[in-house]
Nanobody, 121 residues
Framework: QVQLVESGGGLVQAGGSLRLSCASS??????MGWFRQAPGKDREFVAAIDWSLSSTYYADSVKGRFTISRDNAKNTVYLQMNSLKPEDTAVYYCAQSEIFPTITVKNYNYWGQGTQVTVSS
């Protein structure tokens, strides 16, 4: 059984940084992604990373500010978020897919419980 556990969310001022972590177990060498969902909005793709070559893919809204990475020895994926904006406020989810790259929610088979990120202006 696959388990994904996010951590690292919190409250930060605009312009600040946070690093999210996603620890996985059960099935680890697969592409991973980060999504976010703000109140009243659909869940949206943020970033994805392949497992073998660490190829990455980003949403235009976060390109240049966010960095996805992974440590396969620790079965952990990270999302470094810099220059945060109030519009980045959302619950952030990590998820596992069998496809890379893909931005489609339905292509991700396993999801974490989410971690709240709040950016104040």
């Amino acid at each position: 059984q696959v388990q994904l556990v996010e951590s690292g969310g919190g409250l930060v001022q605009a312009g600040g940084s946070l690093r999210l972590s996603c620890a996985s177990s059960g099935r680890t060498f697969y592409p991973m992604g980060w999504f976010r969902q703000a109140p009243g909005k659909d869940r949206e793709f943020v970033a994805a990373i392949d497992w073998s070559l660490s190829s990455t893919y980003y949403a235009d809204s976060v390109k240049g500010r966010f960095t996805i990475s992974r440590d396969n020895a620790k079965n952990t994926v990270y999302l470094q978020m810099n220059s945060l904006k109030p519009e980045d406020t959302a619950v952030y989810y990590c998820a596992q897919s069998e496809i890379f790259p893909t931005i489609t929610v339905k292509n991700y088979n396993y999801w974490g419980q989410g971690t709240q990120v709040t950016v104040s202006s």
